[in-house]
């Protein structure tokens, strides 16, 4: 591409980037806008546009019909080219075939069809009866009389009806005169020639009939036999005339179709040739651009909401990415919806003293604080759920190490105490922490020492100032898990329970052993404390899956260490509502 080519094409897409062309809503309008620094440049390049649109559509539609007048021309004379080839053929064949155009009727020869076929059926039905008589003879007349007599066909005719019964008569007056009169008598003469007479003509008579059934049956016969060779020869003739009167057809509905495809192009071609002349365009200028009284950029206003929105947008969008990346609780809806599990409680974030580590016990030290407040909303909670039996042990487990299991475990019995007469264990045999909380000495005895029998309830069980008991871990075993599934420990529950209100079960995390799900079976509730900001929320639905689907008695979530302002938030609203 050469420096002119790249000249034009920058000046035509500058030019193109400053053309708008849009459509107005359910109309066929458009408008179309230039942008320009001259008023009146931005006006004539509008109009102009229209203008040379239009008619270039006009040149367009022109070059369009010329084209298309042009090949109807040529292709008018091919059709009548073929036309007149289809009824050559047609009126060839006819003259051939010498066929005689019937205007939809029959054929004489189809005429003559029905005809035979009808003389044929009265035929045949005239020869079955003539052949049924003829049969009665035996199939010849060489009978006497008497055996003629005897036949139906014979007997019933009318002529011998008549002289049998002449006959019959002729007998009976013989009858009666050879009562008075003697055979010479000329009366008794006279009617024994009677009944001669009348005996001759009925043989004859009866010979006649047995002669004119056989003559009548051969004459039926040969009747049937020569209209079924008529009729054969007919039908001949008459699929012959079908054949040609099918090919004709053919040769007809040809003729019809070329007529109407040249008809049609014809027509076509005329109106075509009509029109040339007369070309209207499709489109048209409803309103000429106008030079403009104003500038339409750049718009402040505008610049300053987009500015405005986009920064929205994009505060918007980073809060939905932040919390779509963020995979922990930090609400306390969250825990509901996310976890799908029961929130018992949230307690607050409490900044630690430097150095400090192990449980804060923060309702011990100030039961009036808001920290206190969280804890007695726990400890309601707690009491809700077991409104109609009661939770008489009650496991407290964790995710990991650090999420403050202790500290609801402490502070919780703490709270209980007030009350009730409440028992704390730890049962946490690998990391306990209680009896550093309270500053048990070094060595003292607990759970361990009790299952091992190495020492007794009475004196592992240690008295504190905050009103509850409490059972430290005691010397930890290198089995912890074995000694808690023992049967000496259910007995042990049973034996505390009858001396305690509710006992508290210090436990060590789930994530890490399952001595929690060992403890939940012999429980009657567990709570599951979870860190806010920072257990993931993987492994807590992990774990409390596992709890569910080992049917052990969840009673709720505890959120941890919550943002002081979200916790008082929701406390406001748990008060409320109890």
């Known amino acids: 591409m050469d420096d002119q080519e790249r000249s034009r094409a920058a000046v035509i897409n500058r030019f193109m980037s400053q053309l708008s062309v849009e459509p107005v809503e359910f109309t066929q309008l458009v408008v179309v806008s230039f942008e320009s620094t001259d008023r009146k440049l931005a006006a004539e390049i509008v109009n102009t546009l229209a203008r040379v649109y239009i008619q270039s559509q006009l040149d367009a539609k022109l070059q369009s019909t010329q084209a298309a007048g042009s090949w109807l021309t040529g292709r008018l004379q091919d059709l009548k080219t073929k036309l007149d080839a289809s009824q050559q053929e047609l009126q060839t064949y006819r003259d051939r075939e010498e066929i005689l155009d019937m205007s939809g009727g029959q054929t004489v020869d189809a005429q003559e069809l029905n005809e035979l076929t009808t003389r044929l059926g009265e035929a045949r039905q005239a020869r079955v009866g003539a052949e049924n008589i003829y049969r009665e003879l035996g199939g010849n007349a060489n009978y006497s009389v008497e055996q003629l007599m005897n036949m139906p066909a014979v007997l019933q005719h009318p002529l011998v009806l008549d002289l049998a019964k002449n006959v019959t008569d002729a007998q009976q007056e013989v009858a009666n005169l050879a009562r008075r009169y003697g055979p010479e008598h000329p009366k008794m003469i006279a009617a024994v020639a009677r009944d001669q007479s009348a005996k001759s003509e009925l043989k004859q008579q009866v010979m006649q009939?047995?002669?004119?059934?056989?003559?009548?049956?051969?004459?039926?016969?040969?009747?049937?036999?020569?209209?079924?060779?008529?009729?054969?020869?007919?039908?001949?003739?008459?699929?012959?005339?079908?054949?040609k009167q099918f090919r004709l057809r053919e040769l007809e509905q040809q003729v019809?179709?070329?007529?109407?495809?040249?008809?049609?192009?014809?027509?076509?071609?005329?109106?075509?040739?009509?029109?040339?002349g007369f070309q209207s365009a499709h489109a048209r200028v409803v309103e000429k651009a106008t030079p403009p009284i104003s500038p339409i950029k750049p718009n402040k206003l505008n610049i300053v909401l987009i500015a405005f929105l986009l920064s929205a947008i994009v505060g918007v969008g980073l809060a939905i990415l932040r919390d779509l990346l963020d995979n922990t609780l930090n609400s306390p809806d969250d825990v509901v919806e996310?976890?799908?599990?029961?929130?018992?409680?949230?307690?607050?974030?409490?900044?630690?003293?430097?150095?400090?580590?192990?449980?804060?016990?923060?309702?011990?030290?100030?039961?009036?604080?808001?920290?206190?407040?969280?804890?007695?909303?726990?400890?309601?909670?707690?009491?809700l759920t077991g409104l109609e039996k009661p939770h008489k042990v009650t496991v407290v487990t964790s995710t990991n190490p650090g999420e403050g299991k202790s500290t609801v475990a402490i502070n919780l019995a703490s709270a209980l105490a007030q009350m009730e007469s409440v028992l704390l264990i730890d049962a946490d045999l690998r990391r306990p922490s209680i009896a550093a909380a309270f500053k048990f000495p070094s060595g003292t005895p607990g759970l361990s020492n009790v299952?091992?029998?190495?020492?007794?309830?009475?004196d592992c069980v240690q008295k504190t100032d905050a009103g509850f008991d409490v059972l430290p871990a005691g010397v930890l075993p290198p089995n912890p898990q074995e000694i808690l599934a023992t049967?000496?420990?259910?007995?042990?529950?049973?034996?505390?329970?009858?001396?305690?209100?509710?006992?508290?079960?210090?436990?060590?995390?789930?994530?890490?052993?399952?001595?929690?799900?060992?403890?939940?079976?012999?429980?009657?509730?567990?709570v599951y404390v979870a860190k806010a900001d920072e257990t993931p929320l993987k492994l807590i639905l992990k774990n409390i899956n596992l709890i569910k689907h080992s049917n052990l008695p969840i009673t709720g979530v505890v959120l941890n260490r919550l943002d002081t302002k979200a916790a008082r938030l929701w406390q406001g609203r748990l008060l409320r509502h109890v």
């Open 338 to 383: 996310r976890l799908g599990a029961p929130l018992l409680g949230v307690l607050p974030n409490i900044k630690m003293a430097k150095g400090h580590s192990g449980p804060y016990l923060g309702y011990l030290e100030d039961n009036k604080s808001a920290f206190a407040e969280s804890v007695r909303s726990l400890r309601t909670g707690l009491m």
């Open 256 to 276: 019809e179709a070329d007529q109407r495809l040249y008809e049609m192009f014809f027509n076509r071609a005329k109106e075509t040739s009509e029109t040339m």
């Open 451 to 458: 299952l091992a029998l190495s020492a007794r309830v009475d």
């Open 209 to 243: 009939v047995a002669a004119s059934i056989e003559k009548e049956y051969r004459v039926v016969l040969r009747n049937e036999q020569n209209l079924d060779q008529q009729l054969a020869t007919v039908k001949e003739e008459v699929a012959s005339s079908n054949r």
């Open 487 to 526: 049967q000496q420990f259910r007995k042990l529950l049973k034996q505390l329970g009858e001396h305690y209100d509710r006992i508290i079960i210090d436990s060590a995390p789930i994530n890490a052993v399952s001595d929690s799900l060992i403890l939940a079976t012999l429980a009657d509730s567990l």
